[in-house]
T-cell receptor
Framework: DGGITQSPKYLFRKEGQNVTLSCEQN?????MYWYRQDPGQGLRLIYY???????QKGDIAEGYSVSREKKESFPLTVTSAQKNPTAFYLC?????????????FGPGTRLTVL | RKEVEQDPGPFNVPEGATVAFNCTYS??????FFWYRQDCRKEPKLLMS???SGNEDGRFTAQLNRASQYISLLIRDSKLSDSATYLC?????????????FGTGTLLAVQP
C-alpha cells in the first residue's frame, strides 16, 4: 500500500531534550512538508522540501530542523530551542504539479513535553 | 485578519439535516481551493476540491465566489459518519512553492 508513515505515534520528552520525528513516504512524491497543529488553530507550516538535499523554512521554523537526504524521508528534529513544543505534528507529501494537487498526510505524532 | 477564516462551530444537527459551512480568504491571488475533513485526533484527508463553476460529489456540494473571496460546503442528508472537523484550505502561489493555508476548521456533530 502506498502512503505516508510517521513514527512514533506518541512521544514524551523532557525539557531541554532534542527529539526527532520520522516521516517516510512511498508515493514517489517530490514535495514533503511538516505542519504543527495546536488546539483551536489551523495547521501551520514548519518546513517544506521540494527536492532531495534542499528545504525551506515555513512560517514557524524557529526551534526546528529538518533534512532531506532521500526522496522518501523527511525527518523533523524538535530542538530544545522550541519554546512550546507540545503539539500534534503532521507530515505531508505531494507532487509538484501546480493547481489542484492533493497533499497526503501521515497519521501524525503527538509530542508532549513533560 | 486571518488568511482563511471559518466559523469554528460546533454545528449540532440531526441526522438527515442539511448543513452549510462558509469560509472566507484574504488573498485575492489564491488559485486553488479545497475542503479537507479531519476526524478527532486523526490526520486531515481531502474531501473535495472547489472549482470556479462549483462542483458536487454525492451529498456534498462546494461553491466558490472569487469576487467575494468566499467558499462554501453544503452537506445534504447528514449521516452520523459525517461528524468531523471540516477544514477550508486555500493554495497560494508565492515564490517557489505552492503553499496551503488552512482555516482553523468547523466542527460538525450529527446527532441521532
Amino acid at each position: 500500500d502506498g502512503g505516508i508513515t510517521q513514527s512514533p505515534k506518541y512521544l514524551f520528552r523532557k525539557e531541554g531534550q532534542n527529539v526527532t520525528l520520522s516521516c517516510e513516504q512511498n508515493l514517489n512524491h517530490d514535495a514533503m512538508y511538516w505542519y504543527r497543529q495546536d488546539p483551536g488553530q489551523g495547521l501551520r507550516l514548519i518546513y517544506y522540501s521540494q527536492i532531495v538535499n534542499d528545504f525551506q523554512k515555513g512560517d514557524i521554523a524557529e526551534g526546528y530542523s529538518v533534512s532531506r537526504e532521500k526522496k522518501e524521508s523527511f525527518p523533523l528534529t524538535v530542538t530544545s530551542a522550541q519554546k512550546n513544543p507540545t503539539a500534534f505534528y503532521l507530515c505531508a507529501s505531494s507532487t509538484l504539479t501546480s493547481g489542484y494537487n492533493e497533499q497526503f498526510f501521515g497519521p501524525g505524532t503527538r509530542l508532549t513535553v513533560l | 485578519r486571518k488568511e482563511v477564516e471559518q466559523d469554528p462551530g460546533p454545528f449540532n444537527v440531526p441526522e438527515g439535516a442539511t448543513v452549510a459551512f462558509n469560509c472566507t480568504y484574504s488573498n485575492s491571488a489564491s488559485q486553488s481551493f479545497f475542503w479537507y475533513r479531519q476526524d478527532c485526533r486523526k490526520e486531515p484527508k481531502l474531501l473535495m476540491s472547489v472549482y470556479s463553476s462549483g462542483n458536487e460529489d454525492g451529498r456534498f456540494t462546494a461553491q466558490l465566489n472569487r469576487a467575494s473571496q468566499y467558499i462554501s460546503l453544503l452537506i445534504r442528508d447528514s449521516k452520523l459518519s459525517d461528524s468531523a472537523t471540516y477544514l477550508c484550505v486555500v493554495k497560494d502561489y508565492g515564490g517557489a512553492t505552492n503553499k496551503l493555508i488552512f482555516g482553523t476548521g468547523t466542527l460538525l456533530a450529527v446527532q441521532p
